[in-house]
């Protein structure tokens, strides 16, 4: 909304000198010079034009007085989209030219990717400049420094400052589609979208057993009853809710000049919670790295939000500490919960954490976002066969796990998160089937 | 062609150093020619100071339109309208310049000395100008 009445804060500008007026300082003084030592007019004839814009230029210009103010028109955006930074510029005098200079953070740029703007005011003017935004890359961000130069007609003198912005822009990953979803060993006690085990009220069909007192009798299976001649009913699997924990190891990050594993971690963790937020399941979360961070399970919304701005300010912080899995709160680890871990498989101590939340008896699954892309072979033979050395190693660690039950699912930049979704799915499908 | 060479590097390398050497250059050699061939001021020397200006303007606002900036349509036009003024007046000093410097006039001390005064004061005004504008700059 714009108030006319409202006072901008007026810039305080530093002025400084343009080459310009060097030159031609330069210029007039060397004629001058010259036509005094040579006794001739011509080059007073030819130094005359600068001596008479340097004159007039300087006994002319005054300071500029100007104030601006920015604003976003809103603070929270999705990877991809726009927003529009408003710039309100008024002036106390006549400015000539005013260019002003975006210097934007990275995973921020302009969408006609011209730094800046030149443009003229006059005398008490109010000017509003739209700057489209789009935003590149999720992350919070502070948007609107802003570097602002005047100058006047000969270009002899100009008047700087730069306005340090505090704009925030917080930019949501943009979800994965997923098609479907690992689903729990077990649910917990309150309705939701997944099939519960037990036997009860519900949609789909469990099993057909003998009438017992207390049961409806829209559940009779009429047909079932006449074979067999006594009374059968329909039972069907109860809808459950789960609880669902997304563990990320924030430990390590490996990065190329376009994406990292982190990039990738959480990019899966906000898919992987808003699926089943939206199944009205409670999701939790666990930064498991440098810094501990947790959300408790909830449900809703407000929790997708929650999560969402968790992993917006979560960073890898460096630490040599040694972690297990004792420091995390026991009601951010509820029993039954099924825990999803989303790991490069890099840390020692998320290795064994996973290890011992596997042996705690948690239902676990880990998405491996694959740190092999980001990473070069070598080009000696010695780098060459640590590369191989390392990539064996990684095949072994995924067995080790494989051989507890834990399903490992390689996720690389460029697949879709449904393919290993459908690999952990496959890997528990069979595993029950064995298990039977 | 030294002068040419100078200011064809600074507008292909964006360094405006090299613009008043060039335009310096480009007056040296003007004045050495007249010298060469025992000339005085011609009719064309108020012209020419009038296209040293223009070159040293023309090279200054390409070099600003360099940076990729989106620009208010209006500025294109009344930087050209203003330029147009400019080299108008520039001429008309210059001319004008000229024209007094035809005046026969007998060399005397005093005038000399008045010329040497002139000089002196137009140096200074330069000076306090130039320092203005440095002090202005902090």
Known sequence: MRDAETALPGLRLSAFATSKLGAYAGLSAAGLLCALVLGRVEPLVLASPFLLVLTIGLALVREPRLGVALRLDRERAVEGEEVQLEIELRAGSPIDTVELWLPLPSGVQAVDRHAGMVLRLNDEERRYVSHPLRCDRWGGYLVGDLIVRASDRFGLLAFETRNSGALPLRVYPRPEVLHSILRPAETQAYSGNEVSRQAGEGIEFAEIREFAPGDQVRQINWRVSARRERLHVNQRHLERNTDVILFLDTFDEITNSRASTLDLTFRAAASLASRYLERRNRVGLIGFGGTLRWLTPAMGLVQLYRIVEALLDTHISLSYAWKGIDVIPARTLPPKALVVAISPLLDERSLNALFDLRRRGFDLAIIEVSPVPFVAPGSTEEEQLGYRLWLLKRDTLRYRYQRLGIPVAVWQQGEPLDKAIEEVRAFRRYARHAAA | ?138
């Open chain 2, 1 to 138: 062609m030294l002068a040419i060479l100078s200011l064809a590097i600074s507008l292909a390398f964006v360094w405006p150093v090299g613009i008043p050497w060039a335009l310096a250059l480009l007056g040296v050699s003007y004045v050495s020619e007249l010298y060469a061939n025992g000339q005085t001021a011609g009719n064309w020397t108020a012209v020419y100071a009038a296209g040293l200006l223009l070159a040293g303007e023309l090279a200054y606002w390409s070099l600003s339109l360099r940076i990729p900036a989106r620009r208010q349509p209006t500025l294109m036009t009344r930087q050209a309208a203003f330029l147009v003024l400019l080299i108008a007046g520039s001429l008309a000093l210059a001319t004008l310049l000229q024209l007094i410097a035809l005046v026969p006039i007998n060399g005397s001390p005093v005038l000399v000395l008045i010329s040497v005064l002139t000089a002196a004061t137009a140096l200074g005004l330069i000076t306090s100008l130039a320092w203005r504008g440095h002090r202005a700059s902090g």
